[in-house]
């Protein structure tokens, strides 16, 4: 269990003096910042600039050599191995939750035969954007998952304040470290394998610990949507 980050920082810093911090939680999937009234919100994923969604689009757009290759022999035991290109949307939440359709990840996700799947969220790495599960097929063409998050504090510090980061920045700079763990949190998905074994589509719930196991999303309860996947194989272009 990889929603600006930069910008979130940014503003929630905006105002303080040059010694306030800033604590941001992190893990694969959820973004959380808390504010200088103790209170968390959630920020939104990480998008790419302009300029690396032209040169993916430009990729994308590039012919692709047809590799022939033989069918995965373990596919026809696990048909839902394979990598994946995944988004998770916000769906149901209520009043006090993510609206529906604000995303909360976007992924590349492989499960693996062995019953087992890693994420690569679309948070940044140093904030940890792997993240592991486990996974079971449940009927003909449905699975659900189980996966596994630890969250990271990031504080957004002046570069005036005590140990300063090496070299120094500007007067008036910030700079980033993870340096507290929040706690665990889980993502919980309910997915089926359309017929043709090229994607899936289904359910997820989010889940965000402290240290205590109380629930640290806003309004005290998990968030849950839509997650869908779209295969990727040898012949695939980039997209993201």
């Not at 905006?14 to 800033?22: D, P, R, W, Y």
């Not at 989010?206 to 997650?227: R, S």
Request: proline share 8%.
């Amino acid at each position: 269990m990889k929603f600006c980050l930069q910008a979130s920082i940014a503003m929630a810093v905006i105002g303080l003096s040059t010694i306030a911090v800033t604590h941001q939680a992190k893990a694969c999937g959820l973004s959380l910042v808390k504010s200088a009234n103790g209170q968390w919100t959630i920020a939104p994923p990480a998008k790419m600039s302009v300029s690396a969604t032209r040169r993916a689009f430009l990729t994308a757009a590039a012919p692709a050599a047809n590799v022939h290759a033989m069918r995965n022999p373990l596919q026809f035991l696990a048909p839902i191995a394979g990598l994946y290109e995944v988004h998770m949307t916000a769906e149901g939440n209520g009043p006090t939750g993510l609206p529906d359709g604000a995303p909360v990840d976007h992924a590349y996700v492989a499960w693996h035969a062995d019953g087992t799947e890693i994420m690569n969220s679309g948070r940044p790495a140093g904030d940890g954007d792997f993240c592991l599960g486990t996974w079971a097929q449940t009927g003909p063409r449905t699975y659900t998952l189980n996966h596994f998050m630890l969250s990271w504090a990031q504080y957004a510090s002046a570069a005036s304040d005590q140990n300063p980061p090496s070299p120094p920045l500007p007067p008036g700079g910030l700079y980033f470290v993870n340096n507290e763990f929040v706690g665990p949190a889980s993502i919980h998905e309910t997915v089926t394998l359309s017929r043709d074994g090229q994607s899936y589509s289904g359910t997820f719930v989010l889940t965000q610990y402290d240290k205590n196991y109380n629930i640290i999303l806003p309004g005290g309860i998990p968030i849950k949507g839509t997650v869908t996947g779209t295969r990727k194989t040898i012949n695939s272009p980039v997209t993201y």
